[in-house]
């Protein structure tokens, strides 16, 4: 399976991007979807994830400003978020977990500025 995650840059505080996760050699679908990032310094961390029902799950820090998604037609993740903060930016990756391993996308910066 291969990942790649696009859709990330540079927005202000309060802004908002969208990401997106294309999977190709093996389907997304019956499988959970789930975003990561790691931000300098710090652990990689989930941020949120989306179970191949449509179960969602977040982080706590993100609760409410960002929604994943999912569309098994084209293959596709996204992650929608909206009143970006300075302290998400970080390198987001995607990330699915199928014939027993995790599979992770290349990641996308993305950086709030203040």
């Known amino acids: 399976v291969q990942l790649q995650a696009s859709g990330g840059g540079l927005v202000q505080a309060g802004g908002s991007l969208r990401l997106s996760c294309a999977a190709s050699g093996s389907t997304f679908s019956g499988y959970t979807i789930a975003w990561y990032r790691q931000a300098p310094g710090n652990q990689r961390e989930l941020v949120a994830r989306i179970t191949g029902s449509g179960r969602t799950q977040y982080a706590d820090s993100v609760e409410g400003r960002f929604t994943i998604s999912r569309n098994n037609a084209k293959n596709t993740g996204a992650l929608q978020m909206n009143s970006l903060k300075p302290e998400d930016t970080a390198v987001y990756y995607c990330?699915?977990?199928?014939?027993?391993?995790?599979?992770w996308g290349p990641g996308t910066l993305v950086t709030v500025s203040s």
């Open positions: 990330n699915t977990f199928k014939f027993g391993r995790n599979f």
